[in-house]
C-alpha cells in the first residue's frame, strides 16, 4: 500500500503564493506517475498537474506559467508551488499516486484565495 500525506495549504491573497506537498511512504517504488488534483464545490475533482516517474511533468493550461509540480526523491515527496494565485484557485488539493492496479489519494488540503 501506498500513503499520501499533504501539508501546505492555508488562506492567501490574490497574487500570493503557497507550496503544497505531498509525502509518500509504503510501496513507493510502485508509483507510476504521481499528480494533484483539485475540488469544488459542485464540481468534479479536476487534474492540476502530474509528474510521472521518469520525471515527465504536465500542467493544465488554467494554471500554466503559475503553477510547478516537482519532487524531491530523497523525500518522497512531490510539491505543487503555486504563484500568482487566483480566487479560482480556491478549493481542497488532494494528491494522487497512480500504480499499475490501484490509486491512492491524500485526505485534502484546503487552499483559500481571497480577492
Known amino acids: 500500500q501506498v500513503q499520501l500525506v499533504e501539508s501546505g495549504g492555508g488562506l492567501v491573497q490574490a497574487g500570493g503564493s503557497l507550496r503544497l506537498s505531498c509525502a509518500a511512504s509504503?510501496?513507493?517504488?510502485?508509483?507510476?506517475?504521481m499528480g494533484w488534483y483539485r475540488q469544488t464545490p459542485g464540481k468534479q475533482r479536476e487534474l492540476v498537474a502530474s509528474?510521472?516517474?521518469?520525471?515527465?511533468?504536465n500542467v493544465v493550461n488554467s494554471v500554466k506559467g503559475r503553477f510547478t509540480i516537482s519532487r524531491d526523491n530523497s523525500k518522497n515527496t512531490v510539491y505543487l508551488q503555486m504563484n500568482s494565485l487566483k480566487p479560482e484557485d480556491t478549493g481542497v488539493y488532494y494528491c494522487?499516486?497512480?500504480?499499475?492496479?490501484?490509486?491512492?489519494w491524500g485526505q485534502g488540503t484546503q487552499v483559500t484565495v481571497s480577492s
Open positions: 494522487n499516486a497512480r500504480m499499475v492496479d490501484s490509486v491512492r
Open positions: 509504503g510501496r513507493i517504488y510502485s508509483i507510476q506517475a
Open positions: 509528474i510521472s516517474s521518469g520525471g515527465t511533468t
